[in-house]
């Protein structure tokens, strides 16, 4: 079975600071790894996905995530956060044969002007 | 060409009723997925359907059943509705049944159980 851990439920940036949400996952098999974000009364937007080609992906809206195997972790960056950026981010892992995707509980991301 | 909706936005029903949520895939989309979100929690996959099959199943009761058309949208039926049912239920269509398809996701449905 797979699973992801996202470390730290919420986290608070100033504007223009660093932007880093923390996964980890556990899994079996080669896993596929997804990053979502969620504003208030909408569903999930993609920001990201890992597929098994390059190890940094860069996603939407400034976001970027490495997939490091040895760590078992694929955590999103953004170098300077900007006020639109607050929001709810989920981490998601699947794999090959399964269609069940398993979504961490969520960081809730506070921008501070 | 129009995202993902569902409906109802909102909804309350009462312990022991039953439900059945919409949703209209993208122009496109042969499958549906639909999860369940439970307040401060990330979404928890239910089922999947492709070309009106079920094409596979998270940990949830019988009492939770879906249907797809042949228009590709969906429904989502929950029997027998229990508080712990209360949750925000997402629908997300893709293009093809694969885990590496991105699953575009429509507003969700909120349900409240009384």
């Known amino acids: 079975a797979q699973s992801v851990t996202q470390l730290g439920s919420h986290v608070s940036v100033s504007e223009g600071a660093l932007v880093l949400l923390r996964c980890n996952y556990s899994s079996s098999v080669p896993p596929y790894l997804f990053w979502y974000v969620q504003y208030p009364n909408q569903g999930l937007q993609l920001l990201l996905k890992?597929?098994?080609?390059?190890?940094l992906v860069k996603g939407i809206n400034g976001f970027e995530a490495e997939f490091k195997k040895s760590e078992t972790s694929f955590h999103l960056t953004k170098p300077s956060a900007h006020m639109s950026d607050a929001a709810e981010y989920f981490c998601?892992?699947?794999?090959?044969?399964?269609?069940?995707?398993?979504f961490g509980a969520g960081t809730r991301l506070t921008v501070k002007p | 060409e129009t995202g993902v909706t569902q409906s109802p936005t909102h909804l309350i029903k009462t312990r022991g009723q039953q439900v059945t949520l919409r949703c209209s895939s993208q122009s496109g989309h042969n499958t549906v997925s639909w999860y369940q979100q439970a307040l401060g929690q990330g979404p928890q996959f239910i089922f999947q359907?492709?070309?009106?099959?079920?094409?596979g199943r998270g940990n949830f009761p019988p009492r939770f059943s879906g249907l797809q058309f042949p228009n590709y949208s969906s429904e989502l039926n929950v029997n027998a509705l229990e508080l712990d049912d209360s949750a925000l239920y997402l629908c997300?269509?893709?293009?093809?049944?694969?885990?590496?398809?991105?699953?575009?996701f429509g507003p969700g449905t909120r349900l409240t159980v009384l």
């Open positions: 997300a269509s893709s293009l093809v049944p694969l885990p590496t398809d991105t699953q575009y």
């Open positions: 890992y597929t098994s080609a390059a190890t």
């Open positions: 359907y492709y070309r009106e099959e079920e094409n």
């Open positions: 998601a892992v699947s794999r090959y044969n399964n269609n069940d995707m398993r």
